[in-house]
């Protein structure tokens, strides 16, 4: 019964050249990210990941404020290169913004003191949980999508465009868009052997 799920998996990759279409209404995409945020687990179930849905013209002025921020922080040459790859995501049709909220997390870390130092990074899991599934259940739907991570470069600005709460942490960006490129590129493996340690007898044949 997993081959299903694997094989969606393997078909999944990162897009860059994206338009700014959708092949699903908007309701849709709304129902996806919010059936993503309730079912995708978390550490001690403390649901700490926030989500901000940026479509169309907010999709676009998000990455205007990237553009203008890196533009202030960057060389003339440097930001010349860099450019063409944030008009590239600027492209795409939407932005799903990433965010871990500490105040969730700091609740926890008074329920949980043993964990106290683990919980951030048990945050972070968290969050890459519901990038990863965001990602995978879009590309169904048939967007190209690809992740990105302009914080901390963009994160004052985008508090004060979207009055988002202090206490929220920017994690990563999932961009995601009609994909206009062609087929999927294929990918590079290192050696199943060389990352899989297993220890136990292993038997041949069902349990």
């Not at 694997?6 to 279409?21: D, G, N, Q």
């Not at 899991?125 to 990038?131: E, G, K, P």
């Amino acid at each position: 019964m997993a081959d299903s799920f694997l094989e969606i998996i393997k078909a999944r990759r990162t897009c860059y050249t994206l338009s700014a279409k959708s092949p699903i209404p908007d309701e849709r995409i709304l129902a996806i990210v919010g059936d993503v945020i309730k079912h995708s687990p978390s550490s001690f179930n403390c649901q700490s990941t926030r989500l901000v849905v940026l479509l169309r013209d907010d999709h676009v002025r998000f990455w205007e404020i990237a553009k203008e921020c890196f533009k202030g922080t960057m060389s003339p040459t440097d930001y010349q290169n860099y450019e063409a790859k944030l008009l590239g995501r600027q492209a795409g049709f939407g932005t799903i913004l990433i965010f871990e909220d500490q105040a969730t997390i700091h609740e926890f870390q008074v329920k949980f003191p043993r964990f106290k130092a683990h919980l951030l990074d048990f945050s972070e899991a968290n969050s890459a949980i519901q990038a990863f599934n965001l990602w995978t259940a879009l590309h169904l739907e048939g967007f190209g999508c690809n992740l990105q991570h302009v914080n901390p470069t963009v994160d004052q600005k985008v508090v004060a465009e979207w009055n988002v709460p202090a206490a929220w942490t920017l994690k990563a960006q999932l961009v995601f868009g009609l994909p206009t490129g062609g087929a999927p590129h294929d990918k590079s493996f290192k050696s199943v052997e060389e990352r899989i340690v297993v220890h136990g007898n292993i038997v041949d044949g069902k349990p």
